[in-house]
């Protein structure tokens, strides 16, 4: 089952406009980690949060971490056309034995010029 | 540094047919995943090695489904006999060891996208 569920599954803003993206799982985590597709292409690494942190950044992006609500947000300063994407949440679970990244359906980014 | 190489990146195939996809890791990682990505389902771990052992293969569908990895820089997921839900894009990724306890980032391949007629 999955794991992290985005929130909204699609999202469509002008160029300059800020994004914001939200995760939500369901049990303890490790660390948790947002990742980037364009279309047609594999996923690419933007920036992991570890458990006991609560906000970093990257660039544009700024990621923040509440344990206590079970719950993160990416957010896309000043967005362009080129962060046009699915951006997807993945989280790594503790208690399983087995330790496995697992992702989110994502949301769809549309980044109108 | 090549990242992860997948072949081939599509493939159209009738039912029945037997399909194999193959993976080269990043050089000098210890892990390799393969996940299925569906519009349904979104991304599903089907498998992972660690040191070229599967460690964990709960997600692997059926048993027409199969992967091995030989070497540290070879992978195959095979499915023998396809069919047409089988259709998805699958992804191959690796990444360091690094701290147990803190798993790092994937370095995903660019996918093999399968067809099943």
């Not at chain 2, 699958?90 to 360091?96: G, I, N, P, T, W």
């Amino acid at each position: 089952s999955q794991q992290g569920e985005e929130d909204p599954q699609a999202l469509s803003i002008q160029e300059g406009e800020n994004a914001t993206m939200n995760c939500s799982y369901k049990t303890s985590i490790n660390n948790l980690q947002w990742y980037r597709q364009n279309s047609g292409r594999g996923l690419v690494h933007l920036i992991l949060i570890r458990s006991n942190e609560r906000e970093k950044h990257s660039g544009r992006l700024r990621v923040t971490l509440d344990t206590s609500k079970k719950s993160s947000s990416l957010l896309i300063t000043a967005s362009r056309a080129a962060d046009t994407a699915s951006y997807f949440c993945a989280t790594y679970y503790t208690g399983a034995g087995s330790y496995q990244l697992t992702f989110g359906k994502g949301t769809k980014l549309s980044v109108i010029p | 540094d090549a990242g992860v190489i997948q072949s081939p990146r599509h493939e159209v195939t009738e039912m029945g047919q037997e399909v194999t996809l193959r993976c080269k890791p990043i050089s000098g990682h210890d892990y390799l995943f393969w996940y299925r990505q569906t519009m349904m389902r979104g991304l599903e771990l089907l498998i992972y090695f660690n040191n070229n052992v599967p460690i964990d293969d709960s997600g692997m569908p059926e048993d027409r489904f199969s992967a091995k990895m030989p070497n540290a820089s070879f992978s195959t997921l095979k499915i023998q006999p396809s069919e047409p839900r089988d259709s998805a894009v699958y992804f191959c990724a690796s990444r360091f060891r690094g701290p147990l306890e803190e798993p790092g980032e994937l370095f995903f391949g660019e996918g093999s996208r399968l067809t099943v007629l």
